[in-house]
Antibody
Framework: QVQLQQSGPGLVKPSQTLSLTCAISGDSVSSNSAVWHWIRQSPSRGLEWLGRTYYRSEWYNNYTISVKSRITINPDTSKNQFSLQLNSVTPEDTAVYYC??????????WGQGTLVTVSS | QSALTQPASVSGSPGQSITISCTGTSSDVGGYKYVSWYQQHPGKAPKLMIYEVSNRPSGVSNRFSGSKSGNTASLTISGLQAEDEADYYCCSYTRSSTLVVFGGGTKLTVL
């Protein structure tokens, strides 16, 4: 059973970088079948998929168009985790951020969620 | 405005069946088998209930079922129980640059 544990700050200043980490237990970030995602949820935007990383003999990333210029998702094989970095944040990036894992385009396991508030 | 359209709310009495619809386009729901459904209780992370239109993950009650016709997917919950009261979200792969779209969510009330 895969478990995901999120960590990172809950308050980020406008124009700065939001950084979150998702530690994986019960699977490997380098699994040849798993895919690792970041998803956020806010009252104004609902659930919004941000991007994913996965390993299939080499590393791949995909990002949704609305944040593509500002987002990076990186795997860390030494710690069996993956991270989210979102640059140049504004108050519109305030949301609960979730990491999730699964195969294909389904999200089987979820982190506990992190409320990130963008405010000075 | 969400890319997939769901009713804002549905309700039913214990033991009854309800169906939640999720309408998209041929670029998402209608064009691919990658439709999934999630249950979310207040303050909790979403939970996968149905994937690839009609498949149930291990551990999910067989009271939950999914289907699709054209551009509309549906989630049916039979034998409603109090614990089913939650928000439900549909989700689909899309060939647009968004890649994944969610519905706006449906609040299920068990009367």
């Amino acid at each position: 059973q895969v478990q995901l544990q999120q960590s990172g700050p809950g308050l980020v200043k406008p124009s700065q970088t939001l950084s979150l980490t998702c530690a994986i237990s019960g699977d490997s970030v380098s699994s040849n079948s798993a895919v690792w995602h970041w998803i956020r949820q806010s009252p104004s935007r609902g659930l919004e998929w941000l991007g994913r990383t996965y390993y299939r003999s080499e590393w791949y990333n995909n990002y949704t168009i609305s944040v593509k210029s500002r987002i990076t998702i990186n795997p860390d094989t030494s710690k069996n985790q993956f991270s989210l970095q979102l640059n140049s944040v504004t108050p519109e990036d305030t949301a609960v951020y979730y990491c999730a894992g699964g195969a294909g385009w389904k999200f089987d396991s979820w982190g506990q969620g992190t409320l990130v508030t963008v405010s000075s | 405005q969400s890319a997939l359209t769901q009713p804002a709310s549905v309700s039913g009495s214990p033991g009854q069946s309800i169906t939640i619809s999720c309408t998209g386009t041929s670029s998402d729901v209608g064009g691919y088998k990658y439709v999934s459904w999630y249950q979310q209780h207040p303050g909790k992370a979403p939970k996968l209930m149905i994937y690839e239109v009609s498949n149930r993950p291990s551990g999910v009650s067989n009271r939950f079922s999914g289907s699709k016709s054209g551009n509309t997917a549906s989630l049916t919950i039979s034998g409603l129980q109090a614990e089913d009261e939650a928000d439900y979200y549909c989700c689909s792969y899309t060939r647009s640059s968004t890649l994944v779209v969610f519905g706006g969510g449906t609040k299920l009330t068990v009367l």
